[in-house]
């Protein structure tokens, strides 16, 4: 009896629920837009109809990264890749002019969760398994594909990324195999020994200290916010160094993180095309 009447209490629930909500808006996907667009390369900054439009103006190319949430020492906040990849997904869709950037997948495999192994030895770590992340790529793609997207290029901005995407690139390639999509795994991209040669080929050299951190990458979060890099506190502390480089003045650091976003994504404009090209 208390079964029934607990059903009878969930079915009159759904049923005023029901009642009142209205139905679902269904504009029309051919529908004028009504105002003038933004000028962003970022899918989730763009309203529907300015993707749409965009779209239909050739930027059939998008652009999946992803980064991680991990420990990066005692000065960098844990989302670092998340925040290099806003600047360099940014530099690269605009240097292409036919691209736009899905959002920034955030959450890699960074260790064994229970027991906890790699990074997740760490407070601030978020980790998913090898399974979960390759499943989250493929509904990405998938999802990009239904829409209309024809190139869909993979990037990882830390190196446990690499093996899903280079797997689900393949696997996805051979499923849509005859299909006008095409999935693009771009490992150069994720070339920090290439950095270091950058900066050294400009006369620095690093002696590391053992920490998550180096100078190209404080240099490239400096570049988006120097708030992810604790400048401030960094300064008072007396501790505004890395691996024996000053990073004072600031706006010389900013300068250098600009100009290696722009080596990152010259690099991998460069591997786009000749990957795209040789379809």
Known sequence: ???????????????????????????????????????????EELTWMEVRDAMRSGKKSVLVATGGVEQNGPYLAAGKHN?????????????????????????????????????MKYPSTISVTEETYRSLLVDICASLKTHGFEQIVLIGDSGGNQDGMKAVAAALNEKWSGSKTRVHFIPEYYDYPGVEKYLEAQGIKQTPEGLHDDLGTTAQMMAVDPATVRMKQRIAAGKFSINGVSLAPAEKTIALGK???????????EKIRQAINSR
């Open 259 to 269: 100009k290696i976003v722009e080596y990152r994504a010259g690099l991998s404009v």
């Open 1 to 43: 009896m208390l079964r029934a009447l607990t059903l009878l209490g969930l079915f009159s629930v759904s049923a005023f629920f029901a009642a009142e909500m209205p139905d679902p808006v269904n504009p029309d996907p051919n529908g004028k837009r009504p105002i003038e667009s933004v000028d962003s390369v970022f899918i």
């Open 83 to 119: 925040y290099i990849l806003k600047a360099t997904t940014e530099a690269i869709a605009r240097k292409l002019g036919n691209m736009l950037v899905a959002p920034i997948v955030p959450f890699v495999p960074e260790g064994d969760i229970d027991p906890p192994g790699l990074h």
